[in-house]
C-alpha cells in the first residue's frame, strides 16, 4: 500500500490538497486501480495522470478524499483503421488515508 505522509500531515492546513495531488501522480504506473474506472473496457495508460481533489473530510482513524483522476484509455479490437486509439477518461474514486501509518487505500466510484 502506498504511503501518503506529505498530505496527511498537511491536512490541517491549506497544503493539503496540493500534497495529495502531488503524491498521487508521483505514484508508480499500476499503484491506482484504474482499471475498474474504464468505461469502454480498453486498458490503462496511467503515465500522465491529472488530479483533482473534490472534497476532504477525517474521522478518528483515517482522512477520506474523493478525487478525480483523468488518465488515457487505450481501446483495441474496435476494427478501425488506427486500432489501437487513445481516449481521454475520467473516473472518481475514493482515498481512505490511515491517521497511524499514512497507508492509503482506494475505491473506485462506479459510473
Do not use: H, W
Not at 495522470?49 to 476532504?56: D, E, G, H, K, R
Not at 476494427?79 to 489501437?84: A, T, Y
Request: hydrophobic fraction near 35%.
Amino acid at each position: 500500500m502506498p504511503k501518503f505522509l506529505d498530505a496527511l500531515q498537511e491536512f490541517q492546513s491549506g497544503s493539503f490538497e496540493t500534497a495529495l495531488k502531488r503524491e498521487l501522480e508521483n505514484l508508480p504506473a499500476g499503484t491506482l486501480p484504474l482499471e475498474k474506472g474504464t468505461t469502454r473496457g480498453g486498458f490503462v495508460d496511467d503515465s500522465n495522470i491529472s488530479v483533482t481533489v473534490i472534497n476532504a473530510k477525517q474521522n478518528k482513524n483515517s482522512i477520506q478524499s474523493k478525487v478525480g483522476i483523468f488518465f488515457t484509455e487505450i481501446i483495441v479490437g474496435c476494427g478501425c483503421g488506427d486500432d489501437p486509439i487513445a481516449e481521454n477518461a475520467y473516473c472518481e474514486m475514493l482515498i481512505s488515508i490511515d491517521k497511524t501509518t499514512s497507508e492509503a487505500e482506494f475505491e473506485i466510484f462506479q459510473q
